[in-house]
């Protein structure tokens, strides 16, 4: 599993919550951007920081652009795991991407990107460089 | 339909979205709270008061209890009409009730009730008195 | 404001919802997928459809594509409109595109697609003749 | 910690979510009741039950009754721990009741309760007797 895994990139494993099912019977397409955002926060986490620290401090990424590809359905009580690797970033923006995979298996369920500015006081600014520098932070791995 | 109005009462009507129903194919519990969030709002509305205006100067309504008992389910794309009405309050704390129906039909789906303290700067306070007059006010009906 | 609809297009005005923010401080970027289903649903409903029915009868339509361009953060409690528009579609397949203005301006908040296939029993199938006729219906505005 | 665990209770352990907080700056209320809900999945689980196969059975548990006390404010990122507990139970109705801590510490977070009725084929019914020994069962520690 772990092959996809490079410097840049981090691992989570979750489970489908019954609240994330929709009348389809299926995690409803919209929750999936929630997971992608708890996917940034174990980014940061790996490499030694917390978003929530982040935005105390006045830095928020808001997200500009998104998007996702739904490959498969995927049902409650399902354990998945997600892949979140930077694909882009420069000191005002970066670009995440996402693979959303069934736990222990092979086959892609979502694919998604999304982009962000680094805000601060309502302003796109050039990121403080003690916090850019975690683009290129080696992570310390929470989730094998 | 409107005897159930009063004075310290007011009505909404909405409809169940795709995304508030969950794999039991109904409305899900918790989305409940999400409505009766929004009809403290329409109740304010009535009374001449954003609640957007009141965050901004720093009176915040957290709830501090919470009840609901679900007597019939509920169906995406279903009408519904909500009376949300005042039951008790004081300058520290508001107890607001809910009665939800489906439009045009006299069963009831839903009674909750949601209680509140007036927060200010992380402190309970008295309500400023230009505010807490809204409880008091005689509402102008926005829905009929 | 209407010169942005035409025969496959539709409108839908709507607030902002406390529920839908989260601790920016502004609409969560998850919710507007929600919005947009809800779009589709009124879509449908001003062509005479509604699509519970179709669900019932073991049509769904689910998202394979998403995807959205934040502009314009928006806040709680504001007035939205938006228009829904069908993109593309083929018996198999349809793309919606969004568009999503404060109430009164012309400013584009956010823009999106999302793209559906026309499932039956777990298989992507030909929509039904008397339901893929919709997309050439003209509409009977609800909203106006 | 484990004091407050005996046979009827489990314990799981969660980070609040991004996506679950709102303009307050903390938690939204009303998903906790979501928390609760995968509070119910653990409390099986740890009783080698999956919450998915009853449903797929046609056994489903809806919400008849919810409250909850909101005692102190969550914030983002914030790691949680909560006690499930059968309170009561026959063959067509159990309640659980709730707590939520702060990880490691010991003062109440919220405390809840939520009443469910055995559903199948849309009417309360008694339990299939392999399930229902499912109260008295003694449970398989997955979180310590």
């Given at each position: ?53 982040w935005e105390q401090?006045?830095?928020i ?84």
């Open positions: 599993m772990s092959d996809s895994l490079n410097r840049s990139s981090t691992r989570t494993v979750f489970k489908i919550r019954y609240s994330e099912t929709d009348q389809m019977g299926v995690a409803n397409h919209a929750r999936y951007f929630d997971w992608f955002a708890e996917g940034r926060v174990a980014w940061l986490e790996e490499r030694g920081e917390r978003y929530a620290k401090e006045g830095w990424l808001p997200v500009v652009d998104a998007q996702c590809k739904y490959l498969q359905a995927i049902r409650f009580q399902e354990t998945m795991e997600m892949i979140i690797h930077v694909k882009k970033f420069n000191p005002r923006k970066v670009i995440f991407s996402y693979q959303i995979l069934k736990l222990g298996e092979t086959d892609c369920i979502a694919t998604a990107t999304t982009s962000h500015v680094f805000l601060n006081q309502g302003k796109v600014r050039r990121l403080k460089p003690a916090y850019y520098e975690v683009f290129t932070r080696t992570p310390k791995r929470l989730y094998q």
